[in-house]
């Protein structure tokens, strides 16, 4: 099981890639800030690690040069709210491995971190199964009955959720913290709204309406 080092000093974020993370296999550890994020980097006790530019004490930047410089070579994705090129160029040639923006979807993380983890490890799964469904993760296809069906880019990460989660109930604020990020509205019904897309393209009765709950995806 891997160990994800996370260095993040907005609560509300740390809480929101530690919840993420946990509820997709991974152990994490959580600090806040830049010195422990080095003492705890150099430990040799994790797989990856998130990072924070704007930390306390040390920056991220700080961090991971000091990581190299120790040759401590821990895969680094750097989190910033940051957007010059000029950040990231510094963060991509300090040695960091990915370099994602904020606000950002958790999918779209949870795939990063993946990535920098299969190296020397078995192929992860490509396609996901539920009975006549499937999803191709490659080619971002779905199909039904082996019939190809054309999802968005927001049905097909949906999609995504619910598959790696077959017969789990899924809480509309899940789905939203997975899907559309952290920085989302409680209230939207945005999540009902592409519930139905999805129901239309791959058939209302493969996921089902949990009331006052959420939805599952059937996977017999």
């Known amino acids: 099981m891997n160990r994800i080092l996370i260095a993040e000093d907005e609560r509300r974020i740390a809480a929101f890639l530690e919840k993420g993370l946990r509820v997709n296999g991974f152990v994490t550890t959580v600090v806040a800030d830049g010195e422990s994020a080095y003492d705890h980097a150099r430990s ?13 004490l040390s920056d991220g930047f700080t961090v991971l040069r000091r990581l190299r410089e120790a040759r401590v070579s821990l895969p680094v994705i750097i989190l910033t709210a940051r957007d010059s090129v000029a950040d990231t160029v510094a ?11 904020k606000p950002f979807a958790f999918e779209e993380l949870l795939a990063r971190v ?12 490509t396609v996901l199964r ?18 190809p069906v054309e999802l968005s880019a927001k049905e097909f990460a949906l999609a995504e959720v619910f598959f790696r989660h077959p017969d789990q109930v899924l809480t509309r604020q899940q ?13 939207s019904n945005v999540v009902d709204v592409y519930v139905r897309y999805l129901r239309r393209k791959i058939g209302a009765e493969h996921i089902e309406t949990l009331r006052g709950a959420g939805y599952r995806l059937r996977a017999g």
């Open 114 to 125: 993946r990535l920098r983890l299969r190296a020397d490890r078995v192929p992860e799964v």
């Open 91 to 101: 963060g991509l040639e300090g040695g960091a491995d990915d370099y994602i923006r």
């Open 175 to 187: 789905l939203l913290s997975h899907v559309w990020g952290f920085d989302f509205d409680p209230g």
């Open 44 to 56: 040799g006790s994790f797989d990856l690690m998130v990072l924070d530019i704007g930390l306390p």
């Open 130 to 147: 539920a009975g006549q469904l499937s999803l191709d993760l490659r080619s971002r296809r779905a199909y039904v009955a082996g019939e």
